[in-house]
């Protein structure tokens, strides 16, 4: 079977808010399904994403959509903090 990979980069104005995206995804990393290759990695203000799988692309496409809501959750944390401090 042909792998299926997929790789986003998400990049940030602010090299603190890439790094506390990227802390708040670290407890992420662990619990992925053994069917996914599952690999990510900061690089100052950008988180690199790349998800790889042999089999089931549903299970590829779900990991991701819960890595983009933890992400933009964890961006309005952020802008409401970075508000209240103004």
């Given at each position: 079977?042909?792998?299926?990979?997929?790789?986003?980069?998400?990049?940030?104005?602010?090299?603190?808010?890439?790094?506390?995206?990227?802390?708040?995804?670290?407890?992420?990393?662990?619990?992925?399904?053994?069917?996914?290759?599952?690999?990510?990695?900061?690089?100052?203000?950008?988180?690199?994403?790349?998800?790889?799988?042999?089999?089931?692309?549903?299970?590829?496409?779900?990991?991701?959509?819960?890595?983009?809501?933890?992400?933009?959750?964890?961006v309005q944390v952020?802008?409401?903090?970075?508000?209240?401090?103004?």
């Open positions: 079977m042909r792998k299926t990979r997929l790789s986003l980069k998400f990049e940030t104005y602010d090299k603190k808010m890439a790094l506390a995206i990227f802390k708040s995804l670290s407890p992420d990393n662990v619990n992925i399904p053994r069917e996914l290759s599952f690999n990510f990695k900061l690089d100052n203000n950008c988180i690199l994403l790349q998800v790889t799988t042999k089999s089931d692309l549903e299970t590829l496409i779900s990991t991701v959509r819960e890595v983009l809501d933890n992400i933009g959750l964890c952020i802008m409401v903090s970075n508000n209240d401090k103004n």
